[in-house]
């Protein structure tokens, strides 16, 4: 497959449309008016990856993070995973060609038809049951969208999953979702050669092998190949309407070249009409730009915030095989499949009230990020107060390596339920750095439904098949405030931490780090510095050894 991407030298003055984002939003618009015979042009913030350009290694996934905090930005602007920080709700989202399905994890359900029945939406669009049914098909047509085949090798995490389904009681409502992956070599509906999923497990951290169909497969090829034209590294800063000619001007800095750190001013381009889906976050923070540079908006923009509500569990050193971190460096038959992200659900969604419904599905964690998470997860927080990243970057690498780290990754697994999530009506004002918002809202971690759907994954969920299972329930909480809600994509989740059955519960103690209170901190209880465990540790294994030698002697 060829790059999509043009150089921005080949912009042209004028377009019919210009689309901000190429997600799912601003990938379909370029289709459709590009298949309309409109010139067209598409500005993408990050940059265009090809199979193979993805990360692979703990490393490369660290350098294909940027964190967006209230008090600085942190890492390349142009990296892969966008990490929003704020006071009640943290983001991640797709940074590159392609948004946020780039790293995605596939699943492509279509809605309760209840929820269309919400005031909230339009009022053409409740009334169009039709035409709903009719996008529906065009989505499936394009993105083929198929559960996992029963010719697929065995998932031990699916497997995991439909045991759980029967001890909570819900076998009739285990099934295997549809996901937008490929199974087989083909050519797909936008005439784009893709391989059958060799069962990485990498999708969150994007997909190697071409099997992923992420809109840089399907939609964007179909807008190019209709005349369409993309840019990459252009980042959108505001919109304006020129009344004298009835055009917009869409104004827009090269990420590469970093003229905004000395004041240059923004380049732009012209359009007839202006698609604005840079996504939830990005399309807010954009048009609240634009109202300051002029442009005449809604007064509710900006509220209304909410997220997918999603809950994430994990569990480690289950008594099962679960092969549920993915591959990482690893290539196909050196290990065993891990699959797709996610392929099995428990829907619960036939509720007597629609907002009572949820779903549980399993997980896979990438793996970039996956087996670093299992070994230092513990010992990361300490690690950044204490300024040692590097050094935790070091122990990671060796944990990573070790057989015993592979064995805890092979019985590692993350489960997901979706309840549906509150509309946040008050906390919607939101505090600036630069030309960057920050997204405050309420204490949406209250909310009830998502503490059940927690409940349920942290217990009878998880996997377990004999009392003396050394596992235990992890979380970011080692990175993120206890009060914050966790979102990826446009999504808010809900992280636990919950202790289960690991050595140090069966010493009577709680297996996570030790605390101490310290005075200036408010009483808060902070971990012991790493330091002082680590001699502890030297010091009981020294004396082993003295101990043995003399009994040697």
Known sequence: MNRLS????????????????????GAIAAS????????????????????????????????????????????????????????????????????????????????DPRLWDDPRWPKALRDDAAGREHGYALA???????????SYPVLPKLQALEKSAQALGMADRFSRPPITVTFEDRVNAAGVEQKACVGCGDCN?????????????NYLPDAVAHGAQIFTGAAVHSVLRDAATQQWTVRYQLVSLGRESYGAPDLFVSA????????????????????????SVSAMLGEHFTGNGDVLSFAYNTDDIIN??????????????????ITGLIDHRDTANVRDGFVIEEGSLAGPVGAALVGPARRRRAARRRGCWRRAERRATTRVRRPRARKLSARSVSWRAEPHAKLSRDGA???????????????????????????????RANPRTGDGAARRQISAQSDFHRHRRQSHCHRASAWRLRHGRGRGARRGRSPGPRVQRRGGHGG???????????HADLARRQSAADHFRAGRA
């Open 6 to 25: 043009s150089a921005v030298t080949a912009m042209k003055a004028h377009y019919d449309v210009v689309v901000v984002g190429s997600g799912y939003g």
């Open 32 to 111: 459709r008016m590009a298949r309309a015979g409109l010139s067209v042009c598409v500005l993408e913030r990050g940059r265009e990856f090809m199979a193979g350009e993805y990360p692979r290694t703990p490393f490369q996934g660290a350098e294909e993070v940027q964190y967006n905090t209230a008090l600085a930005h942190v890492g390349s602007p142009l990296a892969l995973l966008e990490v929003h920080v704020n006071d009640d709700v943290n983001a991640v989202v797709g940074c590159g060609l392609g948004g946020t399905s780039l790293i995605n994890a596939n699943v492509a359900l279509e809605a």
């Open 140 to 150: 499936r047509a394009m993105l083929q969208p198929s559960p996992v085949p029963d």
């Open 205 to 217: 951290s994007g997909c190697n092998y071409d099997a992923k169909n992420s809109t840089h497969m």
């Open 272 to 295: 007839d009409l202006v698609i604005v889906s840079a996504g939830t976050i990005g399309s807010t923070a954009l048009l609240l730009r634009s109202r300051e540079a002029g442009l």
């Open 324 to 341: 549920g971190v993915g591959w990482g460096t690893h290539t196909p038959g050196q290990i065993p499949p891990v699959g797709p992200t």
């Open 429 to 459: 004002r939101r505090r600036k750095r630069s030309d960057s918002r920050r997204r405050q809202g309420p204490a949406a971690h209250r909310m009830e439904k998502r503490r059940q759907a927690a409940d349920l994954c942290n217990g």
């Open 524 to 534: 808060a209880r902070r971990p012991l510095c790493d330091g002082r465990r680590r």
